[in-house]
């Protein structure tokens, strides 16, 4: 197995509980973060397939908890730390608070507040559902590389540490250009642009908006801020994409 492949798979086991072939190998993961978010959507799309004689609320539902659980639960954990830290006043505090292994009422707070969203917003997209769950998944990840490109890491050690032993100052390019011919093949293909530029400027936006609050809160990042950069950039796309869906039902 060739280099190249050997780090494929160390960010399918970096990102996913999925299993790798022998001789993965875990270094500069974060380059292909956007690549690993559209195969999960794929995935996402498959049981949606075999689910689609449920209605839409309970059928995005289980999309919602299969994507927890093919990521371990990941960037969801991030999610509820970060909000427990900064739920701190004292900025001196807040990173102690969120290497804490327990959940305070402002973590539970927020990761309900992803579930629960990620789930009506899907329920009321009921057409384009491939692109919109491949493509939710890929910026919500390139919003993570951008966080790990252009911004501090705030500890010493921790699980977020392996994006910046040897950093790759170009690892955000790869994502972007993928994630734009991920639209022009998803307009090429449906013959209509609105819904690929709406969520690729939607997609875009808030990849940099996201990572540029929680630096601008903490002074950087750690690994709880670069998962929930990714869950709330996934969450917010989904979101904003229902604008175009007005006869989206989540009771259809």
Known sequence: MGGLWRRFWGAVAFYTVLPVPPGAEVRQVAVWAPLIG????CLLFLADWLLAPMPLLPRSGLLVALGVAL???LHLDGVM????GLS???PERRLTVMQDSRTGAYGVMAGCLVIVLKMMALASLPTDRFWLLTGGMGW???GQVTAISFYPYLRPEGKGKIHHREPLRWQWVPGLVLLLGWAGLWGGITGQFTLPLALTGWGCGLAVTVGFALHRRLGGHTGDTYGAVVEWVETLCWCAM???FPGGSPLS
């Open 88 to 90: 701190v006043t004292d």
């Open 81 to 84: 730390d970060t909000a427990d």
């Open 38 to 41: 559209v195969l999960l959507g």
């Open 71 to 73: 990521t371990g639960g």
């Open 242 to 244: 229902t604008r175009w």
């Open 140 to 142: 919500g990840r390139w």
